[in-house]
């Protein structure tokens, strides 16, 4: 059976990841409080975030920037998102 954790993006219960996304304290963090959808759907918005911004991911003001637009969305607050991306329809 998958762990639970009580989701910070979405207020409930849901499943888990299985191991901390990064090392360290903010790994921890995200292995306790965000669910394996929310990280999910957070790594699609990063990707198309580092693509449609062209981020260094070497340059260390670039990773301070995703982090940020990442806490931002997990804690349901405005994030940049990728302009002109249009979903593809179902």
């Not at 360290?24 to 995200?30: C, E, Y």
Request: glycine residues 4%.
């Amino acid at each position: 059976m998958s762990r639970t954790v009580f989701c910070r993006k979405y207020q409930k219960e849901m499943e888990g990841l299985d191991f901390p996304p990064m090392p360290g304290p903010k790994g921890q963090d995200i292995y306790e409080n965000v669910s394996k959808q929310a990280w999910e759907e957070w790594q699609a918005q990063q990707t198309m975030l580092i693509n449609e911004k062209h981020l260094n991911l070497m340059d260390p003001n670039n990773r301070k920037y995703l982090q940020a637009q990442m806490e931002r969305f997990f804690n349901n607050e405005p994030f940049d998102k990728a302009e002109g991306y249009v979903p593809p329809e179902k």
